[in-house]
Each structure stands twice: as structure tokens, then as C-alpha cells.
């Protein structure tokens, strides 16, 4: 009697760990990164980023229908020469902000012959302070990103195709947008965003795919990305690694993490692989 006792008190005392196991493995990657948001140790990861103000004049704020029945806008840099290649650059937890435009027009002098295309994942808002990025992110849903992102594909023309980069939050994003433009999708850039683990969904990639990480990324840690890895090569697709002896964030020049030698020579390789 007391052995069933002791069998039923503790299922009793495991029942709500396996729940919460069980919770975890069903959960999507996003949504999974997303919840990073109420973790405050990764809050304090990302100080509220320096006042930035970009002057640029190359590009302009563009609205474009979605799926959903809504609208999206987006940030543009039009080629001078017509061209159906096309890069996707989505932002960080921070949102749409000036620094992601200024992002935007570096690519765009850099890669010659491309729009670069500065989604909006959070419909306009755009947080200064953590505690705003954390409820921001938290408050992006699958759906509705897919929805932006699938309808900056359809404002590019039926005959566009994409490569796509992000940077945290982005990062992961940028990898799921390859994963949605499947064969039309051409080059993937990761930067220490939470990779997708669905072998399933990975399949879907046709696109080489660059990651750029950190050693010292307590969140996409070491042993996410050789996951990562692994995953990648059982799903048979490309992948390139470059890990940095840096923390989170090392390429973003608003962030504490900021490390510019890092950040050059992650920049280099990530402009050769476009």
C-alpha cells in the first residue's frame, strides 16, 4: 500500500513537469524565441538601443496588401535597373528602427542590381526601451508574420526571387522565410537567431544558408547551433557556420555586446555569400 502510495504521490509531483515538457516540445521555434522576451536575463542582454536618426534619401516607406486582408509596410530600396532579385532584411526585437534602415541602405550600396525590401514585422511599432521589445515580440503571431512576409513576396512580382537576412529575432525569421519562398528563396543569412528544429520544415529549404553565431550566446548557445547543424545535414541542405568569440548581439552598434572587429569580418563574409 504504501509503494502505490509513493508511485501515486509521485506521478502527482511529475505531472505538471511533463506537461510543461510536453508544452515545450510542441511549441513552434518562433514562439519558443518569442517567450526569450520574458526571461529577464535576456532583457538586460539588449540595453535600450543610442538615440540613431537616419538621413538617408535612397529609400522610402512602401504599403503593400497581405493575404490576411490587411496591409503591411515596409521599408524599400529600389534598384535603378529593373531586376526581379530581391533581398529580404528583417529586423531585430527593436523593430523597423532607423539603425535597420541604415542596414538596409549598406546592403543596397553594397550588393549592386537589387531592391532590398526592410520588412515590418510589428505593424509600425518600434520600442526604444526592452520591456516595449519584449511585449512587441511577444505579440507577433505566425500568422500574421508569414501573412507580411508572403506579401512583400507578392509586391516583388511573380518572377522575384529573394535571399533574406535578420539578426535576432530576425535571424530566426530570415530562416523561416526561406523555409515559405522555397525554391525562389537563393541565399539565407542567420544572425543568432533560434533556428527552426521541424526536419520537416527544414526540407523545405532549397537555398544555401550562412550562420553567423556567438560563443557566448547564452540563448542560441553552442549547443543550439550544432543541433542546428545536425539537423541541417539529416534534412540534406547547406548550411555554413562562422561562430564568434562574442556574446549576443556582437554585430548591432547600438547593443552593450557590440564587438566591431566581430562585426566587420561577419559583414565581409556575409556580403561575400550574397
Known amino acids: 500500500m504504501k509503494q502505490i502510495?509513493?508511485?501515486?504521490?509521485?506521478?502527482?509531483?511529475?505531472?505538471?513537469?511533463?506537461?510543461?515538457?510536453?508544452?515545450?516540445?510542441?511549441?513552434?521555434?518562433?514562439?519558443?524565441?518569442?517567450?526569450?522576451?520574458?526571461?529577464?536575463?535576456?532583457?538586460?542582454?539588449?540595453?535600450?538601443?543610442?538615440?540613431?536618426?537616419?538621413?538617408?534619401?535612397?529609400?522610402?516607406?512602401?504599403?503593400?496588401?497581405?493575404?490576411?486582408?490587411?496591409?503591411?509596410?515596409?521599408?524599400?530600396?529600389?534598384?535603378?535597373?529593373?531586376?526581379?532579385?530581391?533581398?529580404?532584411?528583417?529586423?531585430?526585437?527593436?523593430?523597423?528602427?532607423?539603425?535597420?534602415?541604415?542596414?538596409g541602405e549598406r546592403i543596397f550600396n553594397t550588393i549592386k542590381?537589387?531592391?532590398?525590401?526592410?520588412?515590418?514585422?510589428?505593424?509600425?511599432?518600434?520600442?526604444?526601451?526592452?520591456?516595449?521589445?519584449?511585449?512587441?515580440?511577444?505579440?507577433?503571431?505566425?500568422?500574421?508574420?508569414?501573412?507580411?512576409?508572403?506579401?512583400?513576396?507578392?509586391?516583388?512580382?511573380?518572377?522575384?526571387?529573394?535571399?533574406?537576412?535578420?539578426w535576432c529575432f530576425g535571424g530566426g525569421w530570415s530562416l523561416q522565410t526561406a523555409i515559405l519562398t522555397g525554391s525562389r528563396n537563393k541565399a539565407c543569412i542567420i544572425y543568432y537567431g533560434m533556428p527552426e528544429k521541424d526536419l520537416n520544415k527544414l526540407k523545405s529549404i532549397e537555398a544555401p544558408v550562412l550562420g553567423i553565431f556567438a560563443s557566448k550566446d547564452q540563448w542560441i548557445s553552442p549547443q543550439i547551433v550544432e543541433e542546428f547543424e545536425k539537423n541541417m545535414d539529416k534534412a540534406g541542405k547547406k548550411l555554413q557556420v562562422f561562430t564568434f568569440v562574442a556574446d549576443h548581439a556582437f554585430a548591432n552598434p547600438s547593443s552593450p555586446n557590440y564587438r566591431n572587429e566581430s562585426a566587420n569580418k561577419a559583414w565581409e563574409i556575409s556580403m561575400d555569400f550574397l
Not at 530581391?86 to 529586423?91: A, D, W
Open 113 to 166: 542590381g537589387v531592391n532590398v525590401i526592410c520588412l515590418d514585422l510589428y505593424d509600425g511599432k518600434v520600442a526604444n526601451a526592452r520591456e516595449d521589445a519584449a511585449n512587441y515580440m511577444g505579440q507577433v503571431t505566425e500568422e500574421r508574420a508569414k501573412s507580411i512576409i508572403n506579401g512583400a513576396v507578392a509586391y516583388a512580382g511573380e518572377n522575384a526571387v529573394f535571399a533574406s537576412i535578420g
Open 5 to 103: 502510495l509513493l508511485i501515486l504521490g509521485l506521478a502527482l509531483i511529475l505531472f505538471p513537469f511533463n506537461i510543461m515538457a510536453q508544452s515545450c516540445c510542441n511549441m513552434s521555434t518562433n514562439k519558443e524565441f518569442a517567450l526569450l522576451g520574458k526571461d529577464n536575463s535576456f532583457s538586460k542582454q539588449h540595453d535600450n538601443p543610442l538615440p540613431f536618426k537616419y538621413d538617408g534619401d535612397l529609400g522610402e516607406m512602401v504599403t503593400y496588401k497581405t493575404e490576411d486582408g490587411k496591409t503591411a509596410s515596409a521599408f524599400v530600396f529600389k534598384s535603378n535597373i529593373p531586376t526581379d532579385k530581391n533581398i529580404l532584411i528583417i529586423h531585430e526585437w527593436w523593430g523597423l528602427n532607423d539603425y535597420i534602415k541604415k542596414e
